[in-house]
């Protein structure tokens, strides 16, 4: 008979974090289903995913309970357990300033794998990830997709018994994202692997033979993706009004009715689930609208399980004030280009942003997309191109046009070591608030983010949700005109990517114009318009039926997102 290869029993996990107890973990019990295969770990940030990954390779000491890994007590064999898993962190785990290959041999060396066998193993990691013509690249020089498979072929140096991944496909594009999977199905079919996955994409958890739930350290739900949708039978719908521009007033209108338990865009519909079984022609009816049932996707299943389990509700978003609106286009690139040391990362762009506009910037890792962001914000010099923000040429006025956007990066840019507090008072000095004027935007910072409670609180213990209400506070202190937001939901659970983009559509409804870099495809369906970037150059620019549209082709007349950023990404690399 199978055993299970992680069992849970009563996992209690606490740490203290300026002064207060954080429970991670909550009398946590589960098995893994035996055998082979990928089991996916989701939860809300929180939830304590990360801790119990810790916890199962040994690396931590629960307060209470037992963890079992490979029939090995985690706690009091923690190093045979170190020996048999492969533990992949969140960023991979990689020392950039060493090359591929030197980064291999140091695994090999701490994994204990015998010099005689790893020219076999290497050989056959170069073929599974594709990374034998890089092997003397420094691993700070790879892109995102290629650290994500260097960090992997580290973990599988030694081959495991149990491969614990967590969260490895944050902040890498759909290409990258694919491949990892290829990789993972190969372990799982030719070496029998058991994988124990969490991720932020509710899309891949839908690709596990079984999903753990966690909310708050404790388990919610466990089964597999069928189980989580299928009592939402005859609760989804997909609601189209007569204007397909105005699909975000129709989502806050829907997500406002009582009967109504989720609404989010999907396309230029709104897709939404019902707190009970109902007639579309109810749901319909006082809105110009037609409403068409569709089959429950795992997300819904998702959504539905944390509300019943008590997850926080959304946010009663406040009001936005009108913000000095650029007129015309607020953002006008023209030419746009930048070369480092003869490598162009940029290569004559050509777009405008339209005032009040939410405009994407996607493209797979390498493309182009951060240099781009970090010239349009005045942050880097272009070689050449013309270019104009907030009515401001960014050649001859940088410090003006800075002083009308806000920024927030990738990760953030919080000090971590600073109070909740401290970070907003640094940020409204950094963009020369004094006085009682600082005093005010602080109070209004507390209350739109509900940051109050936390205001003593170290940024960096935040949980991430937190951790990006205050870089977004941040950014808005100064009330500036053009936000620009740098993949700003990347490894942030669904429930808080939901809070946040309703934030985003009420700053562009005050008339703030937004710039998005993203690699969630769905989120790509929530901007106005869009551009998708390949090697420095502009690939696809519309609205996000109109660049579907242009991967459509026959069998696949209406492609997600998802498909079509991928089906442009392979044309421009077979022409």
Request: aromatic share 6%; with cysteine.
């Amino acid at each position: 008979m199978s055993v299970s290869p992680l069992i849970a029993e009563g996992l209690r996990k606490t740490f203290q974090s300026a002064g207060r107890t954080v429970t991670a973990l909550d009398g946590l019990s589960f098995a893994m289903v035996p055998g082979g295969g990928v089991t996916g770990l989701i939860g809300p940030d929180g939830a304590g995913k990360t801790t119990l990954m810790r916890l199962a390779a040994g690396l931590l000491v629960p307060d209470a309970g037992r963890i079992h890994c490979i029939g090995l007590d985690a706690t009091r064999e923690s190093l045979a357990v170190q020996a048999a898993v492969g533990y992949m962190p969140q960023r991979f785990g990689l020392y950039e300033d060493l090359t591929v290959q030197e980064n291999l041999e140091l695994y090999a060396d701490l994994q204990g794998l015998p010099p005689a066998e790893r020219g076999a193993r290497y050989a056959r990691l170069a073929e599974m990830t594709g990374l034998g013509p890089f092997v003397g690249r420094l691993a700070g020089r790879l892109s995102g997709g290629m650290k994500q498979k260097l960090g992997l072929a580290c973990t599988l140096v030694r081959p495991p018994r149990l491969l614990l991944l967590d969260e490895p496909t944050v902040g890498v594009d759909p290409v990258s994202r694919r491949e990892l999977w290829a990789i993972v199905y190969r372990l799982v079919d030719e070496e029998g692997l058991a994988v124990l996955l969490s991720t932020a994409y509710l899309d891949e958890a839908e690709r596990c033979s079984d999903v753990i739930l966690l909310d708050r350290g404790r388990l919610v739900d466990q089964g597999p993706p069928g189980a989580f949708s299928a009592p939402l039978r005859g609760r989804t719908f997909l609601v189209r009004g007569a204007d397909a521009s105005a699909r975000r007033a129709l989502q806050a209108r829907l997500a406002a009715h009582p009967g109504v338990l989720d609404a989010v865009l999907q396309g230029e519909a709104v897709r939404i689930v019902t707190t009970e079984a109902v007639a579309p022609d109810r749901l319909a009816s006082g809105i110009e609208a037609t409403c068409e049932a569709v089959s429950p996707r795992f997300e819904d299943g998702f959504v539905a399980r944390l509300k019943d389990a008590g997850a926080p509700g959304e946010l009663e978003l406040p009001r936005v004030d009108a913000l000095r609106r650029t007129p015309g286009d607020a953002i006008e690139v023209e030419g746009l280009t930048k070369r480092f040391d003869g490598f162009t990362a940029v290569d004559a762009l050509t777009f405008a942003v339209h005032a009040g506009e939410i405009f994407g910037l996607l493209g797979a890792n390498g493309a182009g997309k951060t240099t781009t962001f970090r010239m349009l914000c005045g942050l880097l010099p272009a070689s050449a191109g013309r270019l104009r923000v907030a009515g401001v040429d960014l050649r001859h006025a940088a410090a003006e046009a800075r002083g009308r956007i806000g920024y927030m990066s990738q990760r953030f840019s919080l000090y971590g070591n600073l109070s909740v507090r401290q970070n907003l008072e640094f940020f409204a000095r950094t963009y020369g608030l004094r006085g009682a004027r600082v005093r005010e935007r602080l109070a209004w910072a507390f209350a739109a983010f509900e940051l109050a409670e936390l205001a003593d609180a170290e940024a960096g213990a935040l949980p991430l949700g937190y951790r990006q209400r205050l870089a977004m506070a941040a950014a808005l202190l100064h009330e500036p005109d053009i936000l620009f937001l740098d993949e700003p939901t990347s490894g942030v659970d669904p429930l808080a990517r939901r809070e946040f983009w309703g934030r985003i559509y009420a700053l562009a409804e005050g008339g703030v114009t937004v710039l998005v870099t993203t690699h969630f495809m769905e989120e790509a369906e929530y901007c106005d318009r869009l551009v998708i970037m390949a090697a420095g150059a502009l690939l696809a620019i519309g609205t996000p039926s109109e660049v579907k549209a242009q991967a459509a082709r026959d069998g696949t007349p209406a492609p997600t997102m998802e498909e079509a950023f991928i089906r442009l990404i392979e044309r421009r690399e077979a022409a």
